[in-house]
């Protein structure tokens, strides 16, 4: 089974440009997360898309947003792009089960801001 | 407060010893979840272990098992045999669950293990 993809892997912008992510959870997985990754923060809680709804979100201004598609595909949109933006962003694909919860991470984008 | 606090920002273990990866959590839900994640030089994060606060075993994952103690709300992941591929970083987190069917993840700041042949 394929893991977690995402695209593009690496991408360079200028402040004040906007960016849009994608990611194809594994096949079946309805359940994506988005997390930043940064040396300053860590791992930050972005937002969680089930079968096309925002079920939450973290604490990230509106320039963050994102949405899931009806074949369980997601995207990010950072709009407005500003330096502190640099960061890993990392998608994550989740299935419950009766007694466990699995999430798989895609390989990440690497997102520079200049 | 912390959510999820990971006390050694750096560990050292010897080639097929075991090592012990502390993590304690805050929550004040009856029901969440405990996970581990590896994440090498590389970047990429893997799923390691999973532990629901209603389970009563120690969740075990082939050399990897988690020592809940609820009381103590700690979850440290413990390896067995340790392996120079062991060598990487560590993430404890936590599920809780936001209204019906939303989740929130909370992140530790990671352990940093190292391998000695």
């Known amino acids: 089974k394929a893991g977690v993809t995402q695209t593009p892997r690496y991408l360079i912008k200028t402040r004040g440009q906007q960016v849009t992510l994608s990611c194809s959870p594994i096949s079946g997985h309805r359940s994506v997360s988005w997390y930043q990754q940064t040396p300053g923060q860590g791992l930050q809680f972005l937002f969680e898309y089930f079968s096309e709804t925002q079920r939450n979100k973290g604490n990230f201004p509106g320039r963050f947003s994102g949405r899931q598609f009806s074949n369980s595909r997601s995207e990010m949109n950072v709009s407005t792009l500003e330096l502190g933006d640099s960061a890993l962003y990392l998608c994550a694909s989740s299935v419950e089960r009766e007694f466990s919860y699995e999430q798989y991470f895609g390989p990440g984008t690497r997102l520079t801001v200049t | 407060a912390q959510k999820i606090t990971q006390t050694q920002p750096g560990m050292f273990v010897q080639e097929k010893e075991a090592v012990t990866l502390d993590c304690t959590y805050d929550?004040?839900?009856?029901?969440?979840?405990l996970f581990w994640y590896k994440q090498p030089s590389s970047g990429e994060m893997i799923f390691l272990i999973y532990q629901g606060s209603y389970d009563e075993q120690n969740a075990t994952e082939g050399r990897y098992s988690l020592n809940f103690q609820k009381a103590r709300k700690s979850a440290n992941l413990v390896i067995s045999a340790s392996q120079l591929g062991d060598s990487a970083m560590y993430f404890c987190?936590?599920?809780?669950?936001?209204?019906?069917?939303?989740?929130?993840?909370?992140f530790g700041t990671g352990t940093s293990l190292t391998v000695i042949p």
């Open positions: 929550t004040s839900d009856q029901s969440y979840g």
């Open positions: 987190a936590m599920r809780e669950a936001v209204g019906n069917t939303g989740n929130q993840f909370y």
